[in-house]
């Protein structure tokens, strides 16, 4: 017997080790390689489409192509959802949480692991839609360049909308654990709300998610307000991006605190 | 070494779970016996802290699960089959447990030999049969070869060859000194297995005893079980010692308004 716990290392398990764990699970799944080339592709086709189809001039041409990113969100909020769903709807629950008893930091090293891939991917995913949708402008339109006020924070701020949907889907993951209502909440907490709400009450409009990407974090100049009577006025991007982290981090705080308090 | 203490969990107005105490012992299997849905799986599962217990509290090696410091290189457990990813290989499966605990990739591959999957560790794990994967999670547990194993119903699934090297396999690490605790619903398999024996009827602990001393009662082991499950008779296991009296009715539960 003492021969048998003697071998056990000193110390103990930290983030390094979870995360480690967390990030072998997601490379070793077919499904996520899929989902992310896809939502780079998707956002870069749409680009193109935005580009080609572009006529007016004076528009905000970064944004627009940007624009590119919404359909992205969707399938990096939905691959959110998965780390944490998949997890109980497998059974991988109870192997993972026989490994690492200690919940709060599991969810931690999940959400730094996803969290961190879904930036890069963010990233490369916002920039390949910035420049795929410049490449595409017709009309005599001239594309605008990472040189201009505030193009290049409108694709890296674009690129972090993906990491913080991502984050709310784990969120949502952890709160709802079931796949198919997970998905639903986000869908609809992300975009279908977001267009009752937008149409409705232009007040509240400003903090949903998706006018929030659209209309903050994407912008490269205020919208101005001047003389229109129903005016939504957005959100400037750095709050914007606040209010974003903030709906993440509380999705995900409270999916923590029930991981902790629920049966596995 | 396993310590159970009055550990309680109740599932709504059901207790699944009531006042079970019992220690595992190393060096021997301990089987844990008891009708379908009698407490078997609860019971491991708050010794493993998935679930909270509503009173009492298991420990292993002095500690309380959560508090392990490494919890697979101090407790190994396999509590059902399929308790991975189907989409994702048992090597992967493996390799990810293993860089939880800090333990070498190396053991990834030792275990899977171990258990015979080897050839099949490269598959998605999804097209496992019922008994492959079982295999996987007997490898699972093994991973940090640890002092302490739990394992519910690990015969289930297995062919006859497999449920003999499984045998083989529990009583060499028992022999090795650790501590094993194996639940079935089957005596006979148990019998084959184990020298002592936890037998619990609805959440309660019927008997604490080595299987020698429970057959001694009765024509067979067999008839012992259903004696004891069966009729719900209460039982105290002698040479354990142990001073919990089981005797009294079973706690009435009825329903509002039923009559």
Not at chain 2, 72 to 77: F, N, P, T, W
Not at chain 2, 215 to 240: I, K, N, P, V
Request: proline letters at 4%.
């Amino acid at each position: 017997m003492s021969a048998l716990t003697g071998r056990v290392p000193a110390g103990h398990y930290r983030f390094r080790q979870v995360a480690r764990m967390e990030w072998i699970k997601l490379r070793t799944l077919r499904s996520t390689w899929w989902a992310l080339a896809i939502t780079a592709a998707g956002g870069a086709v749409m680009a193109v489409a935005i580009g080609l189809n572009t006529i007016s001039r004076s528009a905000d041409l970064t944004n627009n192509v940007l624009a590119g990113v919404i359909p992205g969100l969707l399938l990096i909020g939905v691959l959110g959802v998965l780390v944490m769903t998949t997890e109980h709807t497998s059974g991988m629950i109870r192997a993972t949480l026989a490994a690492i008893p200690r919940r709060p930091l599991l969810l931690a090293a999940k959400a730094g692991v996803f969290g961190a891939m879904a930036l890069a991917v963010g990233e490369a995913a916002a920039f390949l839609a910035f420049f795929a949708g410049r490449a595409a402008f017709r009309h005599g339109i001239s594309a605008p360049s990472l040189t201009q006020p505030g193009v290049l924070q409108a694709i890296v701020l674009a690129g972090a909308s993906y990491c913080l949907i991502g984050l709310l889907g784990l969120g949502l993951g952890a709160i709802i654990r079931h796949t198919a209502a997970a998905i639903a909440v986000l869908v609809a907490g992300v975009f279908v709300i977001g267009m009752i709400i937008g149409a409705a009450a232009h007040g509240l409009a400003a903090y949903l998610p998706v006018f929030i990407i659209g209309n903050s974090l994407t912008a490269t100049k205020p919208q101005s307000c001047a003389g229109a009577a129903q005016c939504v006025h957005f959100l400037s991007p750095w709050a914007g991006l606040t209010v974003l982290s903030l709906y993440a981090a509380v999705a995900l705080a409270i999916g923590g605190w029930l991981l902790v308090r629920r049966d596995a | 070494m396993i310590e159970v203490r009055d550990l309680t969990k109740r599932y709504g107005s059901t207790l699944a779970v009531d006042a079970l105490s019992f220690d595992v012992r190393p060096g021997m299997v301990t089987g844990f016996l008891g009708p379908n849905g009698s407490g078997k799986s609860t019971t491991m599962r708050l010794i493993l802290g998935l679930d909270a217990p509503d009173a009492g509290q298991a420990r292993i090696g002095g500690r309380r699960y959560r508090d392990l410091r490494w919890p697979l290189r101090e407790a190994g457990a396999l509590l059902e089959a399929k308790a991975f990813h189907p989409g994702r290989s048992a090597h992967a499966h493996l390799r990810a447990l293993a860089a939880s605990n800090g333990i070498d990739r190396r053991r990834v591959d030792e275990v899977l030999d171990l258990v015979g999957l080897a050839g099949a560790a490269r598959k998605r794990a999804g097209k496992l049969s019922l008994g492959m994967a079982q295999r996987l999670g007997i490898a699972a547990a093994l991973l940090g070869d640890p002092p302490v194993l739990l394992l519910d119903e690990p015969v289930n699934g297995l062919d006859p060859a497999g449920i003999h090297w499984i045998r083989d396999l529990l009583r060499s690490l028992a022999g090795q000194g650790r501590a094993v605790f194996v639940s079935s619903h089957l005596i006979s398999e148990i019998a084959l297995l184990a020298e002592h024996l936890v037998v619990i009827g609805q959440g309660r602990l019927l008997a604490d005893t080595s299987v020698a001393e429970l057959s001694a009662g009765a024509t067979s082991l067999e008839e012992a079980f259903l004696q004891l499950t069966g009729a719900s008779t209460d039982y105290r296991g002698q040479a354990t010692g142990f001073s919990r009296t089981t005797s009294g009715a079973w706690p009435a539960y009825r329903k509002e308004g039923s009559s």
